[in-house]
């Protein structure tokens, strides 16, 4: 399982290409929309806890304290 602000950005992406499949019978369509809603759900979670540890980090720096020991950093993509 990855777990990087990219691939969250990636799932969105795959959601909206699934919403937008104009193949998609209505009952399939209700059912990506309910799938789509607990995503942007849970994206909006990640996103907030990646917001407030870029807070805590300028706190630290605004205090002379080097913040990147403290964070995660994302290894690059291959």
Same mark, same amino acid.
């Given at each position: 399982?990855?777990?990087?602000?990219?691939?969250?950005?990636?799932?969105?992406?795959? $959601?909206?290409?699934?919403?937008?499949d104009e193949d998609l019978s209505?009952?399939?369509?209700?059912?990506e929309g309910k799938r789509a %809603?607990?995503?942007?759900?849970?994206?909006? $979670?990640?996103?907030?806890?990646?917001?407030?540890?870029? $807070? %805590?980090?300028?706190?630290?720096?605004?205090?002379?304290?080097?913040?990147?020991?403290?964070?995660?950093?994302?290894?690059k993509k291959p």
């Open positions: 399982m990855k777990n990087r602000l990219s691939d969250l950005n990636d799932h969105l992406f795959a $959601q909206i290409e699934r919403l937008s209505p009952e399939k369509l209700e059912q %809603a607990a995503i942007v759900s849970l994206a909006d $979670q990640v996103i907030r806890n990646a917001s407030l540890k870029i $807070q %805590a980090a300028k706190i630290l720096s605004d205090h002379g304290i080097d913040p990147s020991k403290h964070l995660i950093i994302e290894d």
